[in-house]
């Protein structure tokens, strides 16, 4: 079954600092990977996404996050923090047929001035 | 745009009432999907359907039905609500189309409360 596993529930910058907000993941298949951002009292959008290809990945407001294979990872990037990307951060495998995606237990990143 | 809707968007039950929550899409989506969201715990899917007369069952499905009559709407049923239900609910839609990545769309959510 696939999983994921997010290291750290909050996660602290101050503003124009890098933000690394961690994924690590679980597939018994090539997995499809996805980060979405949840602003206070919203629905989820997504940020980024990989399916193939290019394992470096671009998302909105200057995220990225990079594919490794032999590190099971997926970690989320943005090389300096805005006050604005203060929100709550869910990395998610595809888990099966259609559009079943597990979700990570998310990180709160907190961004100071 | 409206996208994913969802009402209501506060509720307060008492043990053992039941209610609906409604949700809607205007994206002629296939897939429809309710989670829930509590603390520390992520999102958990309850129940998904793949198009209309089709659900299954997700991760969390007890003391949760739905139904898909309609492409448009997928509501999620309390039929005696617990406090173990208070959480968050939101539902989400996406196209069902072969190859698709698996892109989510999500409401902004149903916050209930059971006392």
């Known amino acids: 079954a696939q999983s994921v596993t997010q290291l750290g529930s909050h996660v602290s910058v101050s503003e124009g600092a890098l933000v690394l907000l961690r994924c690590n993941y679980s597939?018994?298949?090539?997995?499809?990977l996805f980060w979405y951002v949840q602003y206070p009292n919203q629905g989820l959008q997504l940020l980024l996404k990989?399916?193939?290809?290019?394992?470096l990945v671009k998302g909105i407001n200057g995220f990225e996050a990079e594919f490794k294979k032999s590190e099971t990872s997926f970690h989320l990037t943005k090389p300096s923090a805005h006050m604005s990307d203060a929100a709550e951060y869910f990395c998610?495998?595809?888990?099966?047929?259609?559009?079943?995606?597990?979700f990570g237990t998310g990180t709160r990143l907190l961004v100071s001035p | 745009n409206a996208g994913v809707t969802q009402t209501p968007k506060f509720q307060v039950l008492k043990t053992g009432q039941s209610m609906t929550l409604q949700c809607a899409q205007d994206?002629?989506?296939?897939?429809m999907s309710w989670y829930r969201q509590d603390p520390g715990m992520g999102l958990r899917l309850i129940h998904y359907?793949?198009?209309?007369?089709?659900?299954d069952q997700g991760e969390v499905p007890n003391g949760y039905n739905v139904s898909r009559s309609t492409t448009e709407d997928f509501p999620l049923r309390l039929l005696s609500a617990a406090p173990s239900q208070t959480s968050v609910y939101f539902c989400?839609?996406?196209?069902?189309?072969?190859?698709?990545?698996?892109?989510?769309?999500f409401g902004e959510g149903s916050r209930l409360t059971v006392l």
């Open positions: 990989y399916t193939t290809g290019a394992t």
């Open positions: 597939s018994s298949v090539p997995p499809y």
């Open positions: 994206m002629n989506h296939e897939y």
């Open positions: 998610a495998v595809k888990g099966g047929g259609f559009q079943k995606l597990v």
């Open positions: 989400a839609s996406s196209r069902k189309t072969s190859g698709d990545t698996g892109e989510l769309f």
């Open positions: 359907s793949v198009g209309a007369g089709i659900t």
